[in-house]
């Protein structure tokens, strides 16, 4: 291994921070291992509000996890009301800045009240606790009051990326069964209007369990209305109380559904239940973010993502935190527009993804020189690996040398952030997550589940089960158990592979499985694959990801034709479209390559890893005993240098 520099924390940062020095730090880990339930209940009392207390802490029987059984807890009160009541409903909770620059402070008053009458609204539509709705919305307040208003009244929410087509949105609403769908006119970005309500039109073609859909005023764009399904968000609220109690809910209430890709060409639905997610999310923001009843802080994640659901709205609202939110793009109407928001609120704490920190360095350091950055305190990065050199620039670039970087390493199944530095107390390695929450058992082994020696690549697996874990795959729990538990019995299985070194630090290099992480966005090949054999003139598809220097991964599709004169280039191009239409803009291929076969095995299946070899190395150096047809790779080869 190369020598990596070192960053311990400053002794100012150490002196203010909310777990100061690594004693404390070991002292919490030490607490946690030896007895979680005694750790996790303690915080739970002390940290949430329970409309009555629990009994039990954890109830195991792997692979179902129950967490606090027998209390009950409203995810929504905990993040609003309770500090409206403690005298803080004069605190600003967002702080919205739209794309073309109109600007809003909502105060946790405000927020209770918006949310009240909202929650009141979806009553009198008459919808109840157990019903699931569908959020389908641009980055504005009015997201989060809608899933904090499904959360007030016990309706399980699942959120869909604004960037998915109404094919992907038509599946998610079709596979949770929902009643209500919550979306808008439209939102902002690159100075264009993205428009949602077309989408959500086609998709309720062939979706009968929606009763309603609740539109939300944006853009102002032209929409169409159907009587008696559609209303405005306006219209529900108008005349509503803003008064509308909070419901008590079980602990293990299904507070919300995030669709996700696997390794199938069907998503999965990441089921998260109430209190230990809350509690996780909430305790993560106070360990990782250290943050202050003072800071201003900014996620760059769009709500879609269980980012935005763990570190915009459930963990820092749980906290009571004052945030940033922003709708639109980095670059409109310039590359500045992150450090100018950065300057005009006087932001302290700051996560993006690397992805984003890439593309921004590729603009030149006059970007954010431009701008008096010197309100921030802290950095976060989440979604992918952390390159050195990204690392670097953004902590002389963006943090001056100041601000301690924390890399989080998490899932959409894990809830919270598993593994990343207490900033005021683990010194930095840049690249890596460094070390384990307090109650994370984690460790990286081979396939028997043996650890491996110190610096040798394995599996990333979790031993014991945590809070804000994964509860299910919405209606699979076979697959929930295949997928996670099925490996290393008991032991949950992270798909990624990962090294830890003499120090016990954790440096994960990426998904095992057919698992791409496009700009910090999983993807899945069979997905994109079965994308491209719908269209009538696919045959058959491989799809790889190939390293890319902006956005980590990038998509490249091996494609067979059906007999028939093609235009190639017209072709190419119209299958990224396609694919855009079928997922959703954000997963359109980089690169569509034809060919006149595939390598496969005797048995006939695909080897992508040969495939994958090929993009990443321009030759396949790997074990090729199992090919069926060698000369196929020499034509994919010969086809690379062609285009190089
Ligand atoms: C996968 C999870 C966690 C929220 C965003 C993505 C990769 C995530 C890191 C990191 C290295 C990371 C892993 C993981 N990943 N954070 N700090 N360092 N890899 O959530 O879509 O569920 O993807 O993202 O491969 O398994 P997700």
Redesign the pocket.
Known sequence: MTEVHVYPPSEEFVKLANVSGMDAYRKLYREAAEDPDAFWGALAKEHLHWHQPFEQVCDWQPPFAQWFVGGKINACYNCVDRHVLAGHGEKVALLFEGEPGDHRAITYAETLASVSRFANGLLALGLKQGDRAIVYMPMIPEAVFAMLACARLGITHSVVFGGFSAEALKARIQDLGAKLVITADGGWRRGKEIKLKPAVDEALLECPTVENVIVCERTKGDVTMLHGRDHWWHTIEAGQSEHCPAVPLDSEHPLFVLY??GTTGKPKG?LHSTAGYLLQCTKTVNWVFDLKPNDVYWCT?DIG???GH?YIVYGPMSMGATQVIYEGAPDTPNFDRWWQIVAKYRVTIFYT??TAIRALIRQGDHWPNGHDLSSLRLLG??????NPAAWEWYHKTIGKSLCPIV????????GS?L??PMPGAVPLKPGS?TLPMPGVIAEVVDLKGNPVADNHEGY?VINRPWPSMVRNIWGDPERFHDQYWSKLPGRYF???AARRDADGYFW????VDD?L?VS???LSTMEVESALVHHPAVAEAAVVGKPHEITGQAVCCFVTLKKGDYDQEALGKELRQWVGHEIGAFARPEEIRFTDALPKTRSGKIMRRLLRELVTNNTVAGDVTTLEDLSILSTLAAQQDDEA
């Open positions: 996700t890709s990441i994640a993502w269980v980012t763990s993804s690397p990065s989440v979604g992918e690996p952390i890399d989080t390493w998490w899932q959409t199944e894990t952030i593994i990343a997550g990333l992270t798909g990624d994960v290099l990426g998904r698992v992480n910090g966005h999983r």
